[in-house]
């Protein structure tokens, strides 16, 4: 199982599973069994990533539902991994996606540039 069924199999046995840093929590307590301590523990740096992976983009799509004329949010994670800057990118109406920038060459300002830039090419069609 990869992480992303096992989070899914859990939802769907009504489990409620969150990360917080590099921990897993896990309710109710009272349903949990060695079996499935044991599929945790197996995929647990997995697990952890896909359910901040969830958190990035539900951040994204929160930007764009509390403000309506905003047409992209991006947020940019450089705490997840220690080579890379994790960019998550929504654009309303279409979709979200991830992008992946290693940190010697991710420069915020730049993605600022590039992103005034589509705004402005936007506004002439």
């Known amino acids: 199982m990869e992480a992303t069924?096992?989070?899914e199999y859990l939802r769907d046995r009504n489990f409620t599973i969150k990360t917080d840093g590099d921990?897993?929590?896990l309710?109710?307590?009272e349903k949990i069994t060695e079996d499935l301590i044991k599929r945790l523990r197996e995929h647990k740096p997995a697990i952890i990533a896909e359910l901040k992976r969830e958190q990035r983009r539900a951040k994204v799509l929160a930007i764009l539902a509390e403000n309506p004329e905003t047409q992209r949010a991006i947020i940019a994670d450089a705490s997840i991994d220690p080579s890379s800057v994790i960019l998550t990118?929504?654009?309303k109406n279409h979709y979200t996606f991830e992008m992946l920038i290693p940190k010697e060459r991710y420069d915020g300002f730049t993605l600022l540039s590039i992103i005034h830039g589509l705004k402005e090419a936007n506004t002439q069609h």
Request: glycine share 0%; aromatic share 8%.
């Open 89 to 91: 990118i929504a654009i």
């Open 5 to 7: 069924e096992i989070i």
């Open 23 to 25: 921990f897993l929590e």
């Open 27 to 29: 309710s109710p307590p």
